[in-house]
């Protein structure tokens, strides 16, 4: 099939973008070398929906950065992921730090962001009793939320999907010819043919720029560590807590997630290996002792999981979206913090520059805006819950004890796309608990053979060769 649109990259950002191309007649195809969508930066970050007010007005992301704040409501309410507006502090230690926030303050509000206050300790006090008493004041900005990003990316492309976009995985690109009328996209799967490629690759968003011709940047990945904490913290900070931000991070920050767990980081350090998303103890010493200043109650003892992400840096530390030199090949490049909060406004954009480069975009009459909601099983009341298992016995069967997972949820996530463990992990949480998958793994696979029809062998942790059993005959035994 010849197409409209080719998205290359299946993170927030192309998942985004397709999800907003599907509200046109177009034919439209998204290339995912992963094995599913969102397994990229983008389900490794700090989930935070920021502000608005952190990036300069000068900048591109300081622009979409609140464009796309605002653009998660309304998100959130037709798709049914995860997201709340918890609002966040950026605390300072000493009268210099303080005006800091001033500053941050004039240029948050004459950007438009609204609710923006400095809180004095007694109110600091009230609020976050758990902050350390040396804090002078804080930044308050109600605007602020936290989303599960894997599970937006998920319901995105579910969304684009079911309005009519093609979705390859585990299809990598490799190289790009132009010829005639518009792209021919070679990879691990067959030909596409297409008039635009929209490069959202992520870190490899400069090696994709190569291949069409214009490889005219260079991305620097910049690796953040991240440290999940036992759920028994919950509540202990309800705000997302910023120190104040540096040139090129804004911080090692508290971040009550949307599922009620702690988690703090992230770390960032320039990185040439783009496959590195190890942690390290220098990394968690970094993150521990930034977080004991701000809150002293917080132990790495409370750690239950910790995992990196890249952010996908270019020089000039902007995003760079727009046409190339290369005809028909737009740039969705450099796409690092706060990539996550601007991508609504992101797709917007890219879809008016498609438009602009000579794409038609007629509006289609018969796109549905939201997708099934999701039963969130452990979050129902009980009377509800009761009434659900006897409908159908598989929500009184219990897939994850730590989540409170039911094995209808489990199959349901098989049933919307996911193939592997880390699939169904980050659509139900299956897991993501105390004991990290060491109840429920099994059970996962189990459900994951049978509603796919694969042996139990076949099955993978997140694609590729990370199988979880082999059979003993493998021949390959030492
Ligand atoms: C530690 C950390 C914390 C962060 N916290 C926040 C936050 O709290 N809030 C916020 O707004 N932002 C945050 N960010 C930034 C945010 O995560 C990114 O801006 C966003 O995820 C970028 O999305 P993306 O789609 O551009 O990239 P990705 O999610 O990396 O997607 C790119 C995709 O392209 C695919 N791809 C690459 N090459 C090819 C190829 N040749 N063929 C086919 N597919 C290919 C990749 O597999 C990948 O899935 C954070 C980033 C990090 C690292």
Same mark, same amino acid.
């Given at each position: 099939m010849n197409y409209d649109v080719t998205i290359i990259g299946g993170g927030v950002i192309g998942c985004a973008i397709a999800r907003e191309l599907a509200r046109y007649r177009l034919r439209v195809i998204l290339l995912e070398k992963e094995c599913e969508v969102g397994f990229g930066t983008s389900k490794s970050n700090s989930g935070i929906i920021h502000a608005g007010h952190h990036s300069a007005t000068d900048t591109l992301k300081g622009r979409l950065e609140w464009a796309g704040n605002q653009k998660w409501d309304a998100l959130c309410a037709a798709l049914g992921f995860g997201f709340e507006r918890i609002g966040e502090l950026t605390v300072a230690f000493t009268p210099e730090e303080r005006a800091t926030l001033e500053r941050l303050l004039i240029s948050g509000r004459a950007k438009g962001v609204p609710g923006l206050e400095i809180w004095e300790p007694d109110r600091l006090r009230r609020e976050e009793p758990n902050l350390s008493s040396d804090i002078v004041a804080a930044l308050h900005a109600p605007t602020a939320g936290v989303v599960n990003p894997y599970e937006a990316c998920f319901t995105l492309i579910e969304s684009a999907r079911a309005n009519g976009v093609d979705v390859a995985v585990d299809y990598r690109v490799e190289a790009l010819s132009r010829g005639g009328d518009g792209w021919t996209v070679t990879g691990t799967g067959p030909d596409v043919a297409s008039r635009f490629v929209v490069n959202a690759a992520g870190i490899f968003a400069d090696r994709v720029a190569a291949?069409?011709?214009?490889?005219?940047?260079?991305?620097? /990945?910049?690796?953040?560590?991240?440290?999940?904490?036992?759920?028994?913290? #919950?509540?202990?900070?309800?705000?997302?807590?910023? /120190?104040?931000? !540096?040139?090129?991070?804004? @911080?090692?920050?508290?971040?009550?997630?949307?599922?009620?767990?702690?988690?703090?980081?992230? !770390?960032?350090?320039?990185?040439?290996?783009?496959?590195?998303?190890?942690?390290?103890?220098?990394?968690?010493?970094?993150?521990?002792?930034?977080?004991?200043?701000?809150? /002293?109650?917080?132990?790495? #003892?409370?750690?239950?999981?910790?995992?990196?992400?890249? #952010?996908?840096?270019?020089?000039?530390?902007?995003?760079?979206?727009?046409?190339?030199?290369? $005809?028909?090949?737009?740039?969705?490049?450099?796409i690092q913090s706060p990539g996550l909060t601007a991508a609504p406004a992101i797709a917007e954009m890219v879809a008016g520059i498609?438009?602009?480069? @000579?794409?038609?975009?007629?509006?289609?009459?018969?796109?549905?805006?939201?997708?099934?909601?999701?039963?969130?099983?452990?979050?129902?009341?009980?009377?509800?819950?009761?009434?659900?298992? @006897?409908?159908?016995?598989?929500? *009184?069967?219990?897939?994850?004890?730590?989540?409170?997972?039911?094995?209808?949820?489990?199959?349901?996530?098989?049933?919307? @796309?996911?193939?592997?463990?880390?699939?169904? $992990?980050?659509? !139900?949480?299956?897991?993501?608990?105390?004991?990290? &998958?060491?109840?429920?793994?099994? #059970?996962?696979?189990?459900?994951?053979?049978?509603?796919? &029809?694969?042996?139990?062998?076949?099955? !993978? $942790?997140? *694609? &590729?060769?990370?199988?979880?059993?082999?059979?003993?005959?493998?021949?390959?035994?030492?």
């Open positions: 291949m069409a011709g214009v490889g005219t940047f260079r991305i620097h /990945p910049r690796k953040g560590e991240e440290y999940l904490l036992d759920k028994r913290l #919950r509540g202990f900070v309800k705000r997302v807590i910023f /120190p104040l931000p !540096t040139a090129t991070s804004k @911080g090692i920050l508290v971040i009550p997630t949307f599922d009620g767990t702690l988690m703090v980081g992230p !770390t960032a350090h320039e990185t040439e290996d783009r496959s590195d998303i190890t942690t390290t103890l220098p990394g968690s010493d970094e993150v521990f002792e930034s977080v004991r200043r701000v809150v /002293p109650g917080i132990s790495e #003892r409370d750690c239950i999981a910790e995992f990196a992400g890249l #952010r996908a840096a270019a020089e000039g530390e902007d995003f760079i979206i727009g046409p190339t030199a290369a $005809k028909g090949f737009i740039n969705v490049a450099g498609l438009e602009n480069e @000579g794409l038609k975009l007629t509006a289609r009459d018969d796109f549905v805006a939201a997708v099934p909601p999701h039963v969130r099983f452990a979050a129902l009341p009980l009377d509800e819950q009761v009434r659900l298992a @006897g409908e159908d016995p598989r929500y *009184g069967r219990i897939v994850c004890r730590c989540e409170h997972i039911s094995e209808r949820e489990t199959v349901d996530a098989i049933q919307r @796309g996911a193939h592997t463990l880390d699939g169904i $992990k980050f659509r !139900t949480r299956a897991g993501m608990g105390r004991c990290q &998958g060491g109840f429920c793994s099994w #059970r996962c696979m189990e459900l994951l053979a049978r509603e796919r &029809g694969v042996p139990i062998t076949e099955i !993978t $942790k997140r *694609g &590729g060769g990370s199988w979880v059993i082999r059979r003993r005959d493998d021949g390959d035994q030492p």
